[in-house]
């Protein structure tokens, strides 16, 4: 990439600081829930906090601004990881989250669109985000709109079906105002995705379905920035695939690529490891 | 979109879709589109026989084709919701209501997105295409969601009123159930009269011998029935109960009283459908009723034309009839 990003040092220490709030608060809730995707949302901590801090548009005292741009998990199960960054920037009282998969509470694993503000798109069924995505962007275009929607997947997500239903239709449909981000953390539930099914090459799959790609380091918040900043413009043909290189449970060692930390509830010595890590990591 | 379909080379599918006069929606929301910018319409591949190409050759902008794949078609549709827009999706019902059952539970009824899709080509219309072409399972899957509202319209008429109700005034999703749209049709089309309202029964003909409660086309086909029935002395209450979910239960229990035999007729699985719906509100209601559930029991319909199949499982005026006085006889 020739181009670089607008951004100052403080912007991206920023940036930095709050995908360790969203590891360190995901450690929190978790332990309320005692039950949680620790390693899926740390390997997609960079990618929220870039977005939600840097590159998206929305406004927290409107959520439902129709000009914002919008973020749709097709991996909902990482919400526990976003959460956080929702209350952080003023959607709703941080004290909300206090009440994490209790009865009755907005917040479980999978985020609600109609309970929780700034959650653009309910989700939890995985291969159903962009094909959300595509209608949103589809939405965009009857209006005239110039925003974006960007939908995070994750790399087991590619296995289903539906996803490339959805990458032959948003080519089809020449809607350059949708981005595709693929938390390429290499694990699902049962192992290692290249063994348990592969999805690979994924880079030439979505070039063959019409898609720009572009691969960039998912935890390295300077290429983040630029890749986004330096997208085509909203109103182009030709959708983006951003393929982000990640390590399922990013920040903490013991969870570092281990499939085993998908679904998972630390003890307490390992939550203080965890923590010092986090705190500690760069 | 390329018009070669149209080409007289292809005179049969030109003619058959010419048949399909009762598929209402396409023309209805062509009427509605200037004055209603948020209705947006799709189909997978079958937007002529579903007829909706006729908003979509008015409304190419708002007129999404996106081939043959229903899930992502459904879900981008909950996406278009989501932005404001009220999509109409439409395609044969067994790949709307049955293929994409799961799409249609998770994104569009349980986020309560102002998506209606219309489900075609339901029941057996299809036919000697089979099975797979058959849907009798929709509605039992569709009226197991929350939030959703399942209409079963006699006509084209009645699909068009709706449609438009539904554009108009109409909260939440819904599920349009229809046929293949060669049918008789029940209600006379006019400006100054509206004849079906979502969620309110109509009550076709007057009679305290028995009642039958049917949807969609075995309206028309019970209606045959009751004339036959009334030359036997049996006067029959006809009810058109064109919305499944939510049921009009006033008129279920009303005709539970006053006529003491209710048989159901609908062209669907009687495990979960009309039928059992109306038996859900009857037993519930603690009014003793002689009932019989009439349709698919149980059973993949047999290959065929539609109107031998029709007349096989007695799903045709004379078949309601024998069917109705066995209930009586019993």
Redesign the interface.
Known sequence: MTKTASISPEKIELIKEKAKMSRLETIRLISLAKSGHYGSSFSSSEIFATLYYHIMNYKADDPKW?KRDRF?MGKGHSAVGVYPILADVGFFPKEELDTYTQVGSAFGDHP???KIKGV???S??IG?GL??????????R??NENYR?YILMGDGELQE??VW??A??AA??KLGNLVAIVDNNKVTVDGNTEELMNINPIKEKWENFGWNVVEVDGHDIEALVETFENLPPADSDVPTAIICDTVAGKGVSFMEHGYEWHVANLGEGDIKRAIEEIEGGN | MSTTTFHPDTWELYKSLELSKQLTAGETLAKLGKDHPEIVAMSSDLSKPTRLWDFGKEFPERFFNFGLAEKNMVTAAAGLASTGKTPFVSTYASFLGILAAENIRTAVAYPNLNVRLIGTHTGIAMGFYGTSHHATEDISITRAMANMTVISPADGTALAEMVEESVKTYEGPIYFRVSRGREESVYEKTDSKTHNKIGKANTLTDGNDLTIIACGIEVNESLKAAKQLEEQGIKTRVIDMHTIKPMDTEAVLKAAKETGTILTVEEHNVQGGLGSAVSEVLMESGIPCKFKRHGFYDEYSLIGKPYHLYKHYKLDGDGIASVAKDLLDK
């Open positions: 129709p749709v609600d669109m109609n653009d798109f309910s939890g069924s159903h094909s959300v995505g595509v209608g949103m962007s589809l939405g965009a009857v209006d929607s079906g539906q239903e959805a032959m239709s089809s449909f």
